[in-house]
Nanobody, 124 residues
Framework: QVQLMESGGGSVPSGGSLRLTCEYT?????MGWFRQAPGKEREAVAI???????TYVDSVKGRFTISQDDYRNTLYLQMTSLKPEDTGMYYC?????????????????????WGQGTQVTVSS
C-alpha cells in the first residue's frame, strides 16, 4: 500500500515562494501534485513520470517546478511568484499505471493513491 504525506504549506503574500514536500512509502510510475480551492473541483498542477519527464498545467508553467528524490522517497513542488489564485489544498498523488497517455495524465481519476493535503494560502 502506497502512503503519502504532504508538508510545507502555509500563508504567504502574493509574489512569495513555498516548497511543498511529499514523503511516500513506495514510488509509483506517475506522481503528481493536485490542488483544490473551496467550491472548485480538484485540478492537476504538475505530474512527473519515471521515464517521461514532467508536465505542468499552463497556469503554473515557469513558476512551479516538480522534482523527485528517489533516495529519500520524496516528491517536491517548488512554487515561486505565487498568486492569490494559487490558494487551495495541495495534494500529492500516485498512479502505478504506466500506460496513462496524453491529457489523461492530468486527471485526478487516473491517480489511485492520495495524501491528506497541505493548505496553501496566498494573500493579495
Amino acid at each position: 500500500q502506497v502512503q503519502l504525506m504532504e508538508s510545507g504549506g502555509g500563508s504567504v503574500p502574493s509574489g512569495g515562494s513555498l516548497r511543498l514536500t511529499c514523503e511516500y512509502t513506495y514510488k509509483t510510475y506517475f506522481m503528481g501534485w493536485f490542488r483544490q480551492a473551496p467550491g472548485k473541483e480538484r485540478e492537476a498542477v504538475a505530474i512527473i513520470a519515471t521515464d517521461d519527464g514532467s508536465t505542468y498545467v499552463d497556469s503554473v508553467k515557469g513558476r512551479f517546478t516538480i522534482s523527485q528524490d528517489d533516495y529519500r522517497n520524496t516528491l517536491y513542488l517548488q512554487m515561486t511568484s505565487l498568486k492569490p489564485e494559487d490558494t487551495g489544498m495541495y495534494y500529492c498523488a500516485g498512479a502505478p499505471n504506466g500506460y496513462i497517455v496524453g491529457p489523461a495524465r492530468l486527471l485526478p481519476s487516473s491517480f489511485k493513491y492520495w495524501g491528506q493535503g497541505t493548505q496553501v494560502t496566498v494573500s493579495s
